[in-house]
């Protein structure tokens, strides 16, 4: 069984893994790998690999682990069968075999496909060739949103910028001024600030009215001119002309 | 077209693979000394007389090439379609409001320069053409846009570009101003919506 | 040999001064929409069978190369610069007869992890391209060949991988697991034969 090892050349670096060296060595088997011996293929493996070590070569990981699983394949088949193991030494031994016969036809199909008339070696394009032209014509693809869109664009971006405020209603304090003092005059009872509002007014305008009217009442009670009255936070304010 | 010989299919596959014309004693480095070049290339020009393939000799150089009659084959058209750059619709833009224009012009309302480019691409379009000069010093050249402008953009005039109100209309003018505006109106919406809580 | 038409004449130019192998579809852009590219292309092979130069066809694309057993004129000073290492033959031959296919896959049959520079020169070379990826956890990326792959090995099409036939019966390209259910079934098969008797 050495023999066989013996007869490749031992350099483990030489193989493409531990299938690759299982497969060499079956091949020296010469039989059909579907007639393979199993054990006599562990052998065959088991010598070469010890025989590196005994070489002091460096052997690798996996070439150690293919070896501890195949000295493990090789006592499972020689012992009394355990029904209890799964799977069968019998049927990792078949797919070791499998596997070898998918490598060897994938080797065999690589060496075929490689030795092909191949392009550049065998067969041989033309030297220089003229080349093909294309002329390439652009066709120019624009919509006219595009068109009306960029030119409103250019427009927002290089007119002269103008703004105008919208007018909106609303009471000065000139006017809130001048109108609570002239109420307030002829009220003699404390009066809400509200009931100094014109009666007309709605929305912002009444909101204006009654922001301008709050600061009138403070600006005339400061002048001594009015006095005011609130009872809580919130509570409704009320004006009275002061005492002279 | 006879059968070749041996020595007639090594100078055809030869003068084919080749990258530069070969003269008699090139080939013969390939072919063999014993071989009958002169009568093997007289039969292979004859073989491909007629042919979408010539054997011509050059100055003594032979080498295979296309019929000459044939080069309107060599060359096919392709239309790409392309999108027009910003810059290029912008100016397109400006061409179509403001013809006859001048280039100067273009820049001044876009306030951006253009490329030479730009005009050209527009050219190629066969959307812009120029229009004549303008009479002032250096009499720059004008440009409008043209009928194919018009169909592209399914115009049946220039008349038919929006105004500036109807752009303005249309939210294309002044977007920030109109954004500030939408949201004005909408606070007001609110309040009004409170009050009569 | 007939004496070729237009259409013959045409797509012999054109492929002639083409750089690259052509697909119909493609020789159509240059010869024209009308024209009849398989007869064509049938009587073009018929009338270069035998000759220096063969029109072949691979993957679909057609060009024109010399024969092949010229090699021996032509290969002089050249010399195969693509010359692959054990791992990328069998890496190629795999990825061929089984494509597409993962890394994993790959590596399951060869026995060996795949060193990043074996995938790579044969991308380099073209002769495979990234096929998409396959649908299951991890989504692996898939391998495939190339049209130039066909190209090269002078294979009309993946059919004409050498042997594939042989190897698809023999189930030699089914993975191990199918093959080891199929063999247990028949083994199953045959005792209960040997039992019937």
Known sequence: MSDAAATLTIDIDGWEGPLDLLLALARTQKVDLRALSILQLVDQYLAYVNQARELKL?????????????????????????????????????????????????????????ARDRMGR?????????GLKTVRKSRWQAE??????????????????????????????DDAIARVSELVGERVDWSTIESFLPADAHGLYRKS??????VAALELARQGRVELRQKSPFAPLYLKGAQA | ?????????????????????????DLRAY???????????????????GRGIELVERGGRWHFQTASDLANFLRRDREDSRKLSRAGIETLAIIAYHEPVTRAEIESIRGVQISKGTLDVLMEAGWIRPAGRREVPGRPLLFATTPEFLTHFGLSSRRDLPGIDDLRAAGLLDPVDLAFDAAQSDAEAVETADEDD
């Open chain 1, 122 to 130: 065998d067969v041989f394009p033309r030297g220089a060739p003229e």
């Open chain 1, 144 to 173: 006219i949103y595009d068109l009306i869109a960029a030119y409103g664009q250019i427009s927002a971006r290089t007119r002269p910028v103008m703004h105008v405020v919208a007018v909106r209603p609303v009471m000065t304090l």
């Open chain 1, 58 to 114: 460096e052997v690798a990981a996996d070439y150690l682990v293919m070896a501890a699983w195949l000295a493990y394949l090789k006592s499972a088949l020689l012992l009394p069968r355990d029904p209890e193991v799964e799977p069968s030494p019998e049927e990792l031994a078949l797919r070791l075999q499998l596997r070898l016969e998918r490598l060897n036809a994938m080797r065999e199909a690589g060496a075929r496909l490689i």
């Open chain 2, 31 to 49: 072919v063999g000394e014993e071989a009958d070049l002169p009568a093997a290339l007289a039969a292979l020009a004859t073989d491909y007389a």
């Open chain 1, 209 to 214: 009215a009654l922001a301008s009217s709050f």
């Open chain 2, 1 to 25: 077209m006879t059968a070749p010989d041996e020595t007639m299919r090594a100078v055809e596959a030869v003068l084919f693979a080749a990258d530069a014309p070969m003269t008699v004693a």
